[in-house]
């Protein structure tokens, strides 16, 4: 089966779901809440989507739990206050939350509901499943894409590595520090790679003087790794666990 088809974060709402396990996350999104605002008023200030009475707003990996509305509700909420601010009715709004396949979409649907009960903007949702390193879209159809913490995701392992069976982290520190080059360059050509489709398959998505609010984490290249960046050197070595119990391989040593 394609990976694509079964990758998704762990559903429905136990103790271990990611419905409760992402408030991190969610204080991401909530940063992003100024430049979304921003975003709508440069979006609804343009004349053809002030012509055509109609905002088209995505998500981009939406996941599922109470963060897979949290964008797309600040954007109603700048919306509505927008034309309130401006004395004129909002137009109709369709908002699209899009993930993979797997993701959990019985919840995504249900958290749905309220959005559509919504007197002013009139509000139309869908959810759209599949890969956002794919044309998901008409083109010129959206007005304002977002996302948070997405692009971590590559469309896949870089190429050289799995050639040449190296993996993104080795258990045996030596190993793991002599690589460390090959493999982190290896990633970065692969997310220039992801990168740059994902901005083309959007621009032909969007309307003409569309918008786009993406975040993810990151540092400059420049920068020296601080101390606190050692705990994922933990969480990679758990994870390669994980997946090598999970694929039936024995690990590297």
Not at 205 to 227: F, T, W
Request: aromatic residues 6%.
């Amino acid at each position: 089966m394609d990976p694509k088809q079964m990758v998704h974060m762990n559903q429905g709402q136990e103790e271990t779901s990611y419905a409760r396990n992402s408030s991190i996350q969610n204080a991401a999104q909530n940063r992003m809440k100024p430049l979304i605002e921003a975003a709508i008023v440069d979006a609804c200030s343009n004349t053809s989507t002030l012509s055509c009475g109609k905002v088209v707003i995505m998500d981009l990996g939406c996941s599922s739990g109470p963060n897979a509305v949290a964008l797309v509700s600040i954007t109603l909420e700048a919306t509505h206050s927008h034309f309130l601010q401006l004395q004129q009715p909002p137009p109709e709004v369709c908002v699209l939350l899009n993930d993979l396949p797997y993701n959990d979409f019985n919840v995504v649907v249900k958290s749905l509901v309220p959005l559509r009960k919504m007197n002013e903007p009139v509000v139309v949702t869908g959810v759209v499943p599949g890969s956002f390193y794919e044309r998901l879209f008409p083109g010129g159809s959206l007005h304002l894409i977002c996302s948070s913490n997405i692009l971590n995701w590559l469309s896949k392992a870089p190429r050289d590595l799995m050639m040449n069976q190296i993996p993104a982290y080795d258990i045996d520190e030596h190993v793991r520090r002599e690589r460390l080059t090959v493999v982190a360059g290896a990633y970065a050509r692969q997310f220039r790679k992801d990168f740059t489709l994902f901005l083309e398959l959007r621009a032909k998505e969007l309307v003409p003087k569309g918008r786009m609010v993406v975040s993810l984490a990151g540092r400059r290249s420049d920068e020296l790794i601080n101390e606190s960046s050692h705990v994922w050197g933990t969480v990679a070595q758990i994870l390669a666990i994980m997946a090598s119990e999970y694929m039936g391989l024995p690990l590297k040593s």
